[in-house]
């Protein structure tokens, strides 16, 4: 059964995840496939509601290959994502079959000012803290040096 959210259906299982996110209105970050290139949006974004088919020869027989959740991020080898049972899953894509798309619930990257925002203040985190252990640490190593 899927119940319709904002002119987008989405699967019972998925109406949970998306009512914790602050039930998003999902009508307005759906994806674009055609028309001007500069106006499309499409692949996964952060936040999405998928459902992802693994590798049957990874499970004993008999196991769901399926998992269905919010994709939390996405690497170069892994995928996590935080499933219907709220458990966080870390995917290597080696076994990953298919992903299949229920819906978007951001922005496309280029047009997530949130996501931008955030990713900005965390490089400034990142930098503040380098320069302190930087400067909590110098001349403490020193001892290799000759001379």
Known sequence: MAKKKSGIELPDWAVPLWEDMGSPNLSD?????????????????????????????????????????????????SIEILSEDGKNNFIARDV?????????????????????????????RRSNLHEKVEKESKGLDDTHLWG
């Open 96 to 124: 990953i079959v298919k992903i299949v798309l229920i819906a978007h619930t951001r922005p496309a990257y280029i047009d997530d000012k949130e996501l931008l925002a955030f990713e900005r203040q965390d490089m400034k």
């Open 29 to 77: 970050v759906e994806g674009k496939n055609t028309g001007d290139l500069l106006e499309r949006r499409h692949g996964l974004r952060k936040d999405d509601l998928v459902e992802v088919q693994l590798d049957a020869r990874a499970f004993n027989n008999g196991e769901d290959t399926w998992i269905r959740g919010r994709l939390l991020s996405s690497g170069k080898s």
